[in-house]
């Protein structure tokens, strides 16, 4: 669906789709659910990333309002995205729009080095969010997601297996961030990939290679659901 956060639109084909951090689920034409942060807390939140001179985008299931640094901080020669992340950043700039927007499924945010630890911003937050460290790294500065406290994965599992009508001991996560982290807790197999975080490790039932060495389809194969 063309109207929905692009990772829906690229899969469209899919069963089933979990994005927006786990704030959005969609079965089919089924919306499961959608927890949007509200416009006040949008405006705490980029307050309290602006004042630490960061670098934030809002993703939610209809747009995606970047601030007027993100494209050049991705670009950059020496941000550590320049070569990996250009693709992505041509598929996501179709659904850019300007200012805050009125809701929200999640905000993915930098900070230089030194300027705020994590902890800090944790407790900063408006009430009802809450924050983990952000699955696109790129080693340099700190970089954290922060969503609704009640959108996780874990819950978005349980949401699909409920509506599709099976157990959900009959489910694989596979996971290699801080925010698979409660899906892996919850399924029937939780995998981690090989470089994944200490902390989806320790939840894991099973560690593949990592995801440059076909850690993915090495999983499959150790599960005994491909050849």
Known sequence: RSTLF???TLFRSALAVITG?????????????????????IQEVTHILADRDGTWIW??????????????????????FAREWSIYIQLISPFFRPGLPD???????????????????EEALPAGL???????????DLNVEITR????????????TDHLGFDIEQTIALGDSDNDIEALKVAGVG??????TPGVKAVADMVTAPITQDGFARALHDLGLIG
């Open 6 to 8: 692009p990772y829906t």
């Open 21 to 41: 951090a786990d704030a959005h689920v969609q079965v089919g034409d089924d919306l499961l659910c959608d927890l949007r942060i509200g416009a006040g807390a």
């Open 59 to 80: 993703q939610g299931p209809d747009a995606i309002h970047p601030c007027d640094t993100f494209v050049d901080y991705f670009s950059a020669a020496d941000s550590g």
């Open 103 to 121: 809701s929200s499924s999640k905000c993915t945010a930098y900070l230089p080095t030194g300027s705020a630890r994590f902890e800090e911003i």
């Open 130 to 140: 809450t924050m983990v460290r952000g699955s696109v790294d790129n080693g340099i």
């Open 149 to 160: 406290a009640d959108a996780t994965k874990g819950t978005a599992l349980r949401l699909i």
């Open 191 to 196: 995998v981690a990939m090989g470089n994944a």
